[in-house]
């Protein structure tokens, strides 16, 4: 297609405690890169506020665009994020209360299937 580059999409999982690894994000980011375009927390629900106020006044989050997920079962979490997020007028906001979990095994031991949070609409047993 005119018009359309490829491109190499990269990712990198890094583990270890946000306090030490949010300071050392910006040496991963390219001469050419603003800020990363996603990132997910899934780790301590109670530190997901902290850390994405160090992301953000670190300029980590790009201006153009960042979508920041939150793997997150704790309400009240949720809604302090939410609360902050309303605040500052920069965030556009979906919740989205279905999620599935798929844990696959090829040997040995059971597949276990999670599905917390589903909400069917306009089918059986739905809600």
């Not at 999982?13 to 050419?32: A, F, H, Q």
């Not at 890169?33 to 850390?51: A, I, N, Q, T, Y």
């Not at 992301?55 to 979508?67: F, V």
């Not at 939150?70 to 902050?84: G, K, L, S």
């Amino acid at each position: 297609m005119a018009g359309i580059r490829p491109r190499l999409f990269q990712f990198q999982v890094l583990t270890g405690r946000s306090c030490g690894l949010v300071p050392v994000l910006p040496g991963l980011l390219g001469p050419e890169e603003v800020g990363f375009s996603l990132v997910l927390m899934d780790h301590r629900p109670g530190l997901f506020l902290s850390d994405l106020q160090a992301l953000e006044g670190a300029g980590l989050l790009r201006p153009g665009g960042c979508s920041v997920l939150f793997t997150c079962r704790d309400r009240a979490t949720v809604t302090e994020i939410q609360e902050y997020a309303q605040s500052r007028g920069l965030y556009g906001i979906h919740r989205h209360s279905c999620f599935i979990e798929l844990s696959y095994r090829s040997r040995g031991g059971a597949v276990n299937v999670g599905v917390p949070n589903l909400r069917a609409t306009g089918a059986e047993g739905g809600s």
